[in-house]
DNA sequence: GCAGTCCAAG
């Protein structure tokens, strides 16, 4: 008996002992007389096998019963390992060694109580706690005892230093094993590499991985995972390459595994190829995990027919290989297929566990198959894994894209362990869907818990912020992320450029911009910017710098400098971006050429509008829509009735926005009758008339005079009148000299665009006209009183190729008309 | 005593 457990504890007892023969063998301990006790072997074995906590507790009961405990260190250990395994029981660890009697203490109890601490620090949940209590026990070896730390403490402490990124500690330890000449050891400096590697030390890895006086396969295999878990993947490659070609070891299953990854993260096809060649080679083929590695790298190359092929071909397979399968195929969009394998590893009676859920989860969002999605979520809840991060993440996406936002508020609130990426997915739920209140106070709230906002949370809120104009919210997120150092994200400069634009506040864009990593989305969001300010000059010029610097102007680039030049009426500039766009046959996409069309028509070449609009193949609302506001601003009243007539024949699905442009263009011709004709036309289309429409009609029925049926209009609707109706009428006040209706209007206006310098200056105006000139004072001091500043009148000129903006009261440089004459 | 395949948010 004795010789057979010995040679099982030889050859590593944890994976010979089944469960049956620890339980024969607890039976025959338990009945059995003390003197089995004695050897110590076959009770370590049993501790080292003890499957199940009541195992462990039977033989802990044993031992105190036999008189064992509290003498016998290599009882007190095993048992603590065994406790530690079940990751419970943390109180009984520490019990056990405080009452193992002090002399027959250890280094070895507390290296195995440091162990136990390091095993649950680190498991499924980070510990902190058993962190520390693991800092503890190693400080206690130097402070209390009289052991010293040996070549077995350090292993676990760096560990733990590495696990728990504790770099000021994980140097300290490096600086005593120096000093103990335990630095020579090669499982010490194996967990060495691995705490620099992941503290993203990579020099001092290189440093030691060089300086080693041995190295083994897994210093190896360790260094090949610390470069490729800090995304060095083209050095990951050359070491495995070393490897294989230098070194005397040969890759195993934990190389390979290690190294797949990255070729796939490469997308390297022929890389992962010759792995898969070096893998028959040395026969490790049959290996389950190689084959899910391969499969996996496959997926994320592309490439599903090896994929596909991997799978089949191999010998054994286990739920990874399944969930590898799925998401190879999702990851590449072949969405259909996973769904498919999914239903087959149900039908092969396979385990599902969260991976699989968690993967199949956005292929069902991409194909829209809610209700399937909502079928797998009931999958997960009788499996018990809905509240698994990555489950519950993913759900909480489903439901947002769904527009469930009840379904995934409330997989967010059952969460009890929430990360950065749930709130995130809360957060782009509720930004993504005009909620974008929610969406801010959702940001503060994370912080509340403790949760740090990333890059993600950052260009998620931003936009949010953006469309409410809240620059506030907007600056506060700003300040936060030169904090946090992630304001050096382009992800985060463009959302923060685009934030600051939106928010006019082009100045602050542009500081942004000056200051941060730049591309194509940068440039175009500035151009666009500054196309709705009165700076529009600005898009010009970052539109010629983007040649300049490299990079390739796209169809947002020229929509925004075209829509700069229709603003401020550079005709020559904006015909030079209209040759280049020809040039580089981009005036062939319908957005460029509708924004064409708008250039041209604002700036009153209605003749080239027209030969563009003829020109396109295929032309949507919004060209018509253009070429009908066109007609109408110029006074073609009849032309651009016949386009509106035209453009229904055409079958183009016409909008609410054909109907403001038919609408303001009988506003123009004074055609009372044809307008209402065509509102009653649109209320029978069914399309709800908004503010614009309405302003559209005030405008109508004002310009000519009848002023009455314009109030009527006003008085009937359901909406509050928003400024823009109230503009129209004080618009037909002043051409018909209605004050008393006028000064109606203008309140209205004041108190919804308080600071519109525009309407200030109408009223005022106004006031004066009509000879009462202390109103048109009052106005004008609630005007100063208010802070509002009128725009100053503004022109350009183009001199050569430069142009130029000058302001009322600001004198054109001189020497600017020398060069132009030169 | 040290390394270890598959999953979520823009």
Redesign the pocket.
């Known amino acids: 008996m004795f010789h057979h457990v010995r040679a099982l504890r030889l050859t590593s007892c944890k994976f010979l002992c089944s469960h049956i023969h620890v339980q024969r063998r607890l039976f025959f301990l338990s009945a059995a007389a003390s003197p089995q006790w004695r050897q110590t072997t076959d009770i370590l074995l049993l501790c080292a096998a003890a499957q199940t906590l009541s195992q462990s507790q039977q033989i802990h009961a044993q031992a105190v019963l036999h008189g064992h405990l509290p003498r016998s260190v290599s009882i007190s250990s095993a048992l603590i390992l065994s406790y530690a395994n079940f990751y419970s029981q943390p109180s009984a660890l520490y019990a056990l060694f405080s009452q193992t009697l002090p002399f027959s203490r250890s280094a070895f109890l507390h290296n195995t109580l440091l ?1 136990a601490y ?1 095993v649950l620090a680190s498991g499924s949940q980070k510990s902190y706690i058993d962190a520390a209590r693991g800092f503890l026990i190693y400080n206690d070896l130097f402070r209390n005892t009289g052991f010293q730390p ?3 403490t ?3 402490v760096l ?1 733990l230093c ?1 696990d728990f990124l504790e770099r000021a500690k994980g140097l300290e330890v490096h600086g005593m094993l120096t000093k103990t000449r ?1 630095n020579d ?4 400096n ?2 060495l590499l ?1 705490f620099y590697g992941n503290c993203g030390d990579l020099g001092s890895v290189e440093k030691l991985f060089d300086d080693m006086p041995e190295r ?4 190896w ?2 260094v090949i ?1 610390v470069f490729s878990d800090n995304g060095c993947w083209l050095e990951t490659v050359g070491l495995f390459k070393e490897m294989v070609l230098v070194s005397r070891f040969r890759p ?4 390979v ?2 190294v ?2 990255v070729c796939a993260w490469l997308e390297d096809i022929n890389l992962v190829s010759s792995v898969h060649c070096y893998v028959f080679k040395v026969g490790l083929d049959g290996e ?2 190689i ?3 391969m499969v ?1 790298a496959y997926g ?1 190359c592309g490439n599903v027919a090896a994929l596909s092929g991997v799978f089949e071909e191999m010998v054994e397979r ?4 399944w ?2 399968l799925i ?1 190879g195929l ?2 590449r969009g072949f969405n259909t297929d996973a769904l498919d394998s999914f239903r087959l590893m149900i039908n092969e009676n396979m385990k599902l ?4 859920i ?2 199949m ?2 292929a069902l ?1 991409d194909l829209r198959f809610f209700s399937k999605g909502r079928e797998v979520h009931g999958f997960s809840i009788k499996m018990g894994v809905d509240s ?4 519950a ?2 759900l909480i ?1 489903m439901y947002g894209k769904w527009g469930h936002f009840t379904g995934a508020s409330n997989v967010f609130c059952k969460m009890d362990l929430k ?4 709130w ?2 809360m957060i ?1 739920n509720f930004a ?1 869907n005009k909620r974008e209140l929610e969406a801010i106070n959702l940001v503060r709230e994370m912080q509340a818990h403790g949760e740090i906002p ?7 809120v931003l936009p949010a912020c953006a469309r409410l104009g809240s620059l506030y919210q907007g600056k506060e997120i700003h300040a936060r992320t030169i904090r946090k150092g992630s304001a050096f ?1 382009l ?2 400069s463009n959302a923060l450029t685009d934030m600051y634009a939106k928010c006019g506040c082009l100045d602050l864009a542009q500081n942004v911009f000056d200051t941060s990593l730049r591309d194509e989305v940068s440039y175009n969001i500035l151009i666009t910017g500054y196309s709705q300010t009165n700076d529009c000059h600005n898009s010009l010029s970052l539109f010629s710098e983007m040649e300049m610097v490299g990079m390739k102007q796209d169809i947002v680039s020229y929509m925004g400098v075209l829509t700069a030049c229709a603003n401020i009426l550079a005709i020559r500039k904006g015909m030079e971006v209209h040759a280049f766009a020809m040039r580089r046959l981009s005036h062939e996409h319908l957005f460029v050429a509708n924004s064409l069309l708008d250039f041209y028509t604002k700036c009153g070449r209605i003749k080239i509008a027209t030969k563009v609009f003829d020109r396109i193949p295929l032309r949507d609302a919004a060209s018509w829509n253009t070429m009908i506001l066109g007609f109408g601003m110029l006074g073609e009243v009849g032309t651009a009735i016949n386009y509106f007539e035209a453009m229904k024949e055409d079958n183009v699905e016409y909008d609410s926005v054909s109907y403001i442009a038919v609408l303001s263009a009988c506003s123009h011709g004074g055609l009372v009758e044809k307008g209402k004709e065509y509102f009653d036309d649109m209320l029978a289309q069914n399309i709800k008339p908004s503010g614009m429409h309405y302003a559209c009609m005030v405008d109508l029925l004002g310009r000519s005079g009848l002023m009455e049926q314009a109030v009527d209009l006003i008085k009937s609707l359901s909406m509050k009148p928003d400024a823009n109706i109230w503009g129209a009428l004080l618009g037909a006040c002043r051409l018909h000299g209605n004050v008393e209706l006028g000064c109606w209007a203008a309140e209205h206006l004041l108190e919804l665009r308080p600071d519109h310098s525009g309407s200030y200056a109408l009223l005022s105006n106004m006031y004066a006209e009509a000879g009462r000139w202390d109103e048109a004072d009052r106005i004008r001091k609630l005007m100063n009183g208010r802070k509002v500043k009128k725009n100053p009148g503004c022109s350009w000129v183009q001199i050569q190729d430069q142009l130029h903006s000058f302001i009322v009261g600001q004198r054109l440089d001189p020497s600017l008309l020398l060069e132009s004459s030169r």
């Not at 286990?318 to 290989?321: A, H, Y």
């Not at 990333?454 to 998620?460: A, E, I, R």
């Open positions: 162990r390091t040996d070549d077995h350090f292993p676990f560990k590495a335990f050891d090669v499982f010490v194996n967990t691995l083994d396969l897994i210093s295999n360790t995972r195993n299953t934990v190389t595994v290690s797949l990854p389950v995990r084959g899910n590695a996996d994320k286990n739920e990874v290989s969930n590898s998401g999702a990851y566990n969260s991976i699989t968690a993967t989860l956005p969002v698994d991060v990555f489950v993440n993913a996406d990360n950065v990426v749930s995130n997915s782009g993504q990333n890059s993600v949370t950052l260009t998620n994200e992800f985060v």
